[in-house]
Nanobody, 127 residues
Framework: VQLQASGGGSVHAGGSLRLSCAASGRSFSSTVAGWFRQAAGKEREFVAVVRGTSGSTNYAASVKGRFQIIRDKAANTLDLQMNNLKPEDAAVYYC?????????????????????WGQGTLVTVSS
């Protein structure tokens, strides 16, 4: 399984960016996939997940209402639409894929639930 993330960049606070993750070797349509981020000097943290065939989505409290995780089954991509960006959203963003079709939420938040990771894409937000 290979994941290729793209779409990072630099924006002013209040701006928007859309990240995209393309997968090969696994279908996003039936498995659990998500986005994590790691800010400078901090540990990697959960951002959003879409869980398997149900397509249910969940978000970290810090991004809920501003970010949207979008799964394109035809293109086999996983996007993260980020609106109203804040300086504290600046980080390297990683897409992640699990071979599981379903995870309970507490599992989906954890890095060790995922066996494949993209290379990371940098998002910077200036105030």
């Amino acid at each position: 399984v290979q994941l290729q993330a793209s779409g990072g960049g630099s924006v002013h606070a209040g701006g928007s960016l859309r990240l995209s993750c393309a997968a090969s070797g696994r279908s996003f349509s039936s498995t659990v996939a998500g986005w994590f981020r790691q800010a400078a000097g901090k540990e990697r943290e959960f951002v959003a997940v879409v869980r398997g065939t149900s397509g249910s989505t969940n978000y970290a409290a810090s991004v809920k209402g501003r970010f949207q995780i979008i799964r394109d089954k035809a293109a086999n991509t996983l996007d993260l639409q980020m609106n109203n960006l804040k300086p504290e959203d600046a980080a390297v963003y990683y897409c992640a894929s699990s071979d599981r079709q379903y995870l309970i939420l507490s599992q989906a938040w954890a890095e060790d639930a995922y066996d494949s990771w993209g290379q990371g894409t940098l998002v910077t937000v200036s105030s």
